[in-house]
């Protein structure tokens, strides 16, 4: 049984469709990336499959339950986090992450998951001290305490330093690793590239491909570009056979500033959504 099905799925606000038909298919153990632009619907989507917000139509499974029906022990097996940064501002970091691990039967260790999401040193200090990161890197603690099967992470390292983000990016891959299956959305292409194992391009509501990060799109086929510098200037071919054009540019003698490129996957995304 996949983590997450879902078919036809439809949400509409005031006559304008935000979700205008998804099928998506998660299996347990992947992580997959939702990409798309601001509006494209993948909040009011994943608020769907979290059980916060209702559906026009469609049908949806998450870990074999309806989210429009689940239940206490369905709920625990979940790890949320919102886009919007938790409202626990009067309690230190190590307080908030301690009160949320007693809503769970098997929770991690407090503290090791304060030290997980590099919040160590601000064990002690209140939430609403927090910079805007270390905020999200709490909500991300709070998120996983639970040892939840399934997490979902709504743009996750917004206002994440570099570094911070390397660290998640570790984190996220750790969970993985022990079998949990996420399902996150982001606006990094970087992110999706280094942590998803699928992901899908949502625009106005509708799937516009989906694939892995690195065939999306027609990507892995796509023409490569040669470049090089010449006596006359930069020079750029594109084609199927990079090998073959370096062969024979080759034959006049080592080429300047050779690179060889093929589409990013921005490129391809940027691609799709216009
Ligand atoms: N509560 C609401 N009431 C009315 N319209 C809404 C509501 N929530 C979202 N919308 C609209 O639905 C569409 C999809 O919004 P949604 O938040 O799902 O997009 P998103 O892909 O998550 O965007 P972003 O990348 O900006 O977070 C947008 O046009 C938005 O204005």
Redesign the pocket.
């Known amino acids: 049984m996949n983590a997450i099905r879902v078919r036809g799925l439809v949400k509409a606000?005031?006559g304008?469709q935000?979700v205008a038909g998804v099928d998506l298919d998660v299996a347990r153990g992947e992580v997959f990336a939702v990409l798309?632009?601001?509006?494209?619907?993948?909040?009011?989507?994943v608020e769907i499959l979290e059980g916060h917000r209702d559906r026009d139509a469609g049908e949806v499974s998450v870990l074999g339950v309806d989210p429009a029906r689940g239940g206490r022990e369905w709920r625990s097996k979940l790890g949320i986090v919102l886009?919007s940064a938790t409202d626990a501002a009067t309690l230190s970091v190590r307080e908030a992450v301690r009160h949320y691990a007693r809503y769970y039967g098997d929770p991690r260790d407090p503290d090791e998951v304060i030290d997980l999401v590099g919040l160590t040193e601000k064990a002690k200090s209140r939430a609403g001290t927090l910079s805007g990161g270390q905020r999200r890197r709490l909500d991300v603690a709070l998120g996983i305490i639970g040892r939840p099967e399934l997490v979902f992470l709504d743009?996750p390292t917004t206002g994440f330093d570099p570094e911070a983000r390397r660290q998640f990016w570790g984190l996220i891959r750790l969970l993985a690793s022990e079998g949990t299956t996420i399902l996150l959305?982001t606006?990094y292409l970087d992110e999706a590239e280094a942590l998803a194992d699928r992901v899908a391009v949502?625009a106005g509501g509708r799937i516009v491909a989906e694939g892995t990060p690195r065939t999306l799109g027609g990507r892995a086929h796509a023409d490569a570009t040669v470049r090089w510098l010449s006596d006359r200037g930069h020079q750029e071919i594109r084609t199927s056979e990079p090998t073959k054009v370096i062969a024979d540019l080759s034959r006049h003698g080592e080429l300047a500033e050779l690179t060889v490129t093929r589409p990013s996957l921005e490129d391809v995304y940027l691609e799709l959504i216009n």
């Open positions: 606000y005031k304008h935000a798309g632009p601001n509006g494209a619907g993948k909040t009011t989507s886009q743009e959305t606006h949502l």
